[in-house]
């Protein structure tokens, strides 16, 4: 369970529209993050306490909705400060 609720969706669905409309295939969960805050920092808190995990599990809660299936989970990403952190792959799914 996330802590965004259904009122994040129409948020997301922007986010994932525009970069769908740039031609990429796929995404990561960090190219969202950085659509909608502007950077990406690994905030080395818990699973649980992570806004940027409770972003990923909205987007897996929503996937159907949204037209995406992750591809791939734990792919490894360097933040906006080099650090080292992991992320999910997601393709979508219809245009």
């Not at 037209?67 to 650090?83: F, L, R, Y």
Request: hydrophobic share 35%; charged share 20%.
């Amino acid at each position: 369970m996330t802590i965004f609720n259904e009122h994040f969706l129409p948020i997301m669905q922007k986010h994932v529209d525009q970069i769908r409309a740039s031609g990429s295939e796929d995404f990561r969960t960090v190219d969202i993050i950085k659509h909608y805050i502007g950077h990406y920092y690994a905030d080395g808190t818990n699973v649980h306490d992570s806004i940027n995990a409770n972003i990923g599990r909205f987007l897996s809660e929503n996937a159907a909705v949204l037209g995406i299936a992750e591809k791939a989970s734990g792919h490894p990403v360097t933040d906006d400060k080099g650090n080292h952190s992991q992320t999910a792959v997601w393709e979508f799914i219809r245009r």
